[in-house]
């Protein structure tokens, strides 16, 4: 285990979250020996960035981790250091040692998890939980909740947490941590970045978090059948007769004739949320696996689009938020749609 000394000026940083819930997180750590760390289904770069920065912390304080998740790591995300470990499992007690410790990432809610929950009811039920996330929505599911609604990502949180149980940082969890940031800030763009996430920013860059690869890697890097997936949505891109809402849609029937993927839309809600006059902007598209399921992203830079998520059952913040709902594609459009009408009225 690699030990360095305390710095008082990191511990300021979380405020939001009660010294008290610091110490209660870290005596949960120091006690458990098997760790599962988990976070949301469709994982993005904050959740699995978070996970793997404290899947090498814990590592290093000789526990026993696994990291497991609804649905794989996508492709973009696969250069992250331990990508490779995080495991699809469902069922914790399929995993080869019955955990002591549940660390959840990134969701706002335990439902969010997907099936990693679902299936796992009754381990989620019994095993302690620790919370760790910035989301407005959440829910504080856990026996112990490290939640900070000021933070512009779970890696903020994440990294503090890692300090106070005084673990080295490496290169690998700077290149983590970094990835969390960027993709949850849109690269240092949204109202959610403070001093405190730049300062962490210009300490990973220090510990050589390589950035402009990062940037690339979650900007530029792209697919050809993703530009055309995109290229469709955007020619069938519509809005209200007011025109302060604008909704485009990704059905699965056009996905697989592109050959895109569900996780292809990812990025397309920040290309259309700068439409004149739009006040909010509607992604819908249906589950690969469940057609009867319909994902709905919302974005805006004026309304607290949260409220809107809330309203269909789900959450998020309040410039970007998501919900699911058990409907097909139109269906689950047109609810939207009326919510988000509903809204500003
Ligand atoms: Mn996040």
Same mark, same amino acid.
């Given at each position: 285990?690699?030990?360095?000394?305390?710095?008082?000026?990191?511990?300021?940083? #979380?405020?939001?979250?009660?010294?008290?819930?610091?110490?209660?997180?870290?005596?949960?750590?120091?006690?458990?020996?098997?760790?599962?760390?988990?976070? #949301?289904? %469709?994982?993005?770069?904050?959740?699995?960035?978070?996970?793997?920065?404290?899947?090498?912390?814990? #590592?290093?304080?000789?526990?026993?981790?696994?990291?497991?998740?609804?649905?794989?790591?996508?492709?973009?995300?696969?250069?992250?250091?331990?990508?490779?470990?995080?495991?699809?499992?469902?069922?914790?007690?399929?995993?080869?040692?019955?955990?002591?410790?549940?660390?959840?990432?990134?969701?706002?809610?335990?439902?969010?998890?997907?099936?990693?929950?679902?299936?796992?009811?009754?381990?989620?039920?019994?095993?302690?939980?620790?919370?760790?996330?910035?989301?407005?929505?959440?829910?504080?599911?856990?026996?112990?909740?490290?939640?900070?609604?000021?933070?512009?990502?779970?890696?903020?949180?994440?990294?503090?947490?890692?300090?106070?149980?005084?673990?080295?940082?490496?290169?690998?969890?700077?290149?983590?941590?970094?990835?969390?940031?960027?993709?949850?800030?849109?690269?240092?763009?949204?109202?959610?970045?403070?001093?405190?996430?730049?300062?962490?920013?210009?300490?990973?860059?220090?510990?050589?978090?390589?950035?402009?690869?990062?940037?690339?890697?979650?900007?530029?890097?792209?697919?050809?059948?993703?530009?055309?997936?995109?290229?469709?949505?955007?020619?069938?891109?519509?809005?209200?007769?007011?025109?302060?809402?604008?909704?485009?849609?990704?059905?699965?029937?056009?996905?697989?004739?592109?050959?895109?993927?569900?996780?292809?839309?990812?990025?397309?809600?920040?290309?259309?949320?700068?439409?004149? %006059?739009?006040?909010?902007?509607?992604?819908?598209?249906?589950?690969?696996?469940?057609?009867?399921?319909?994902?709905?992203?919302?974005?805006?830079?004026?309304?607290?689009?949260?409220?809107?998520?809330?309203?269909? %059952?789900? %959450?998020?913040?309040?410039?970007?938020?998501?919900?699911?709902?058990?409907?097909?594609?139109?269906?689950?459009?047109?609810?939207?749609?009326?919510?988000?009408?509903?809204?500003?009225?």
């Amino acid at each position: 285990m690699v030990v360095t000394p305390s710095s008082t000026t990191q511990e300021d940083r #979380h405020a939001a979250i009660p010294a008290g819930e610091w110490e209660k997180a870290c005596a949960l750590v120091l006690q458990a020996q098997r760790i599962v760390l988990t976070t #949301h289904a %469709g994982p993005d770069g904050d959740g699995i960035g978070s996970m793997v920065s404290l899947y090498i912390a814990l #590592h290093a304080m000789d526990k026993l981790v696994a990291m497991v998740c609804s649905d794989p790591v996508p492709q973009d995300l696969t250069y992250l250091p331990y990508a490779g470990h995080v495991q699809d499992i469902h069922q914790l007690t399929a995993l080869p040692f019955t955990p002591d410790l549940i660390v959840v990432c990134d969701s706002a809610s335990l439902s969010r998890l997907g099936a990693v929950y679902t299936e796992s009811r009754s381990s989620f039920a019994t095993i302690p939980l620790l919370n760790l996330d910035h989301h407005q929505t959440n829910s504080r599911f856990g026996l112990v909740n490290l939640v900070d609604t000021t933070a512009s990502a779970t890696a903020e949180i994440a990294h503090a947490l890692r300090e106070r149980l005084r673990v080295a940082p490496t290169l690998e969890t700077a290149t983590a941590l970094m990835t969390g940031l960027v993709t949850d800030t849109l690269g240092f763009r949204t109202d959610s970045v403070t001093p405190r996430t730049l300062a962490l920013a210009a300490e990973l860059l220090a510990a050589g978090a390589p950035l402009t690869e990062i940037c690339y890697r979650t900007f530029h890097a792209t697919r050809y059948e993703k530009l055309r997936l995109w290229g469709y949505a955007l020619s069938n891109l519509q809005r209200s007769e007011d025109g302060r809402i604008a909704w485009l849609q990704l059905p699965r029937e056009v996905r697989a004739e592109l050959g895109a993927k569900e996780t292809d839309l990812m990025g397309l809600a920040s290309l259309v949320e700068g439409i004149e %006059g739009a006040d909010i902007v509607i992604l819908a598209w249906d589950k690969r696996k469940d057609p009867l399921r319909t994902g709905i992203s919302l974005r805006s830079r004026t309304v607290n689009v949260a409220t809107i998520a809330q309203m269909l %059952g789900g %959450g998020g913040h309040a410039n970007a938020a998501g919900a699911l709902l058990a409907e097909p594609l139109d269906v689950g459009l047109r609810k939207a749609v009326a919510a988000a009408e509903a809204h500003l009225d």
